[in-house]
């Protein structure tokens, strides 16, 4: 195994080697981690019981994947990272938008994961060995899990897949050995002295549907790309990378998070979900859940971490994707630790990913409205604009910006800001939404009509030996 050199630049399609196995294999492998599990935790801690939480985490993974699954075809048609891609429709300085986002969302997640799993791994220590629950304990754990994430990380796209392959298989066998491990004490009913959290059944499966099923699709609307820009569109066709996505995001989030809320409603968690996992696990299982906390969140945090550098890597490109990489690890694992002697659980995980899901939304519709418009068709190069250092192309606009996408865009995410419902801020707009949160689809309709109305007389730039064929057909 090498280092990959490769950043943001275009992949020659010699290097596309991969194909929709390894799409699927990838966000399967990834996902059986604790940091997606605790996910299925959220509804339980909402106050819901197993039905009302299984069929809320299945409409929002559902929904989720529609929206996000046809991103995977940009970077198979654009053979760059999606941030990159974005720049066909944002410009090529507009999408730093997408580089944006697409860090704070691997930032959060990979703390998130990196948190949860040294939980988990130090209490099954502590219940193996007897290691001090103390704060040294959880510092060397946390630094131990950064360190295996940021290595994975550095080596790239063909380690992590690699190890995803692995954990396919491993994690999933861990995973239905934990059913049978917490199956004595299940029950469908909520935990014993919880409400609804938002004070009503339909508002709090809403928020559940939103925070805890919407939420895991909406995490890869920058990162499918880092994984179809290595498929060959001569090779695989789009329906099939589609979907396979598909497959991957529905089955690969699911399985861990009905896993979750089965955990959670057999051991009682109702304000912390790692802490009485550990505690109510059999003694015959915790070297399984101790194999699944370190294993998982080595294979979730790494990929999150790889996309992480190659968003730094689009924002500063003298930097190197290794640079940037160690950068990011060094920011997340510091979230690791704040994540744990400061924040409360549920309103630190609920408050980021409604957030980031009303902001990151818009720009996720921008860009496949943009795509639908171009056909998939991209030029590759002009893409790359930013990135040398370089001006103009096809891509350029006005400065740099496409002032019609980022005007659709601010206006998704102001009104998607200002409809959302946390348990840190709740937006005005609430109050006039009977007090549900419809931050996700109020943000997506509002870009959408800008982006459709702003751009209805503009024609979007093609490539040009793409529009001349085109003007022939129309002749």
Known sequence: MQIEQRGVDTVPDEERTSGPRDLVSILLGSNLALGVIVFGWLPVSF????????????????????????????????????????????????????????????????????????????GCLNRLFGLPTGAASYAVVYAALAGCTATAAVFGYRMLLRLSRALAIGLTVLLLI???????????????????????????????????????????????????????????????????????LVVGLLVPQLFGTFTALAVGAADDYAGPLVAAAPAWYLALLLANASAGSVGNAGLMLYSMGLDLDAILPRASRTQATYVVAAFSTA?????????????????????????????????????????GRYDTDALQVFNRGTRGGLYWYRGGWNVAATAAWASGAVVGLL?????????????????????????????????????????????????????????
């Not at 004070?199 to 895991?216: D, H, I, M, N, Y």
């Not at 109020?442 to 459709?452: D, E, H, I, R």
């Open 178 to 248: 934990g059913f049978i491990a917490y199956a004595g004490s299940f029950t469908t009913s909520p935990v014993e002295g919880s409400t609804y959290l938002l004070g009503g059944f339909w508002p709090t499966w809403l928020l559940a549907a939103v925070s805890a099923g919407l939420s895991g699709p909406i995490a890869f609307i920058t990162l499918l790309g880092d994984y179809t820009r290595y498929i060959s569109p001569r090779r695989f066709s789009q329906r099939k990378v589609f979907w396979a996505t598909c497959l991957g």
């Open 419 to 475: 409809a959302v419902d946390t348990p840190l801020y709740s937006g005005p707009l609430v109050s006039w939404t009977g007090g549900i949160d419809f931050s996700f689809l109020l943000s997506a309709a509002v870009t959408a009509g800008a982006y459709l109305a702003l751009n209805a007389k503009r024609p979007h730039p093609l490539p040009a030996k793409e529009t001349e064929r085109a003007l022939v057909q129309q002749v």
């Open 47 to 122: 106050g819901l019981g197993w039905w009302a939480s299984v069929s809320a985490l299945a409409a929002g993974t559902l929904v989720g994947t529609l929206l996000t699954a046809p991103l995977a075809l940009v970077s198979l048609r654009s053979a760059t990272n999606l941030s990159t891609s974005s720049g066909a429709h944002f410009g090529v300085r507009g999408r730093l938008l997408g580089s944006v986002i697409g860090l704070l969302l691997s930032l959060g997640y990979t703390a998130l994961t990196l948190w949860v799993g040294g939980d988990a791994v130090v």
């Open 335 to 375: 979230l690791v630790f704040l994540g744990h002697f400061a924040w409360a659980a549920q309103d630190a995980m609920t408050s980021f990913v409604l957030l980031l899901t009303a902001v990151g939304t818009p720009w996720a519709v921008v860009t496949l409205l943009g795509f639908v418009r171009v056909r």
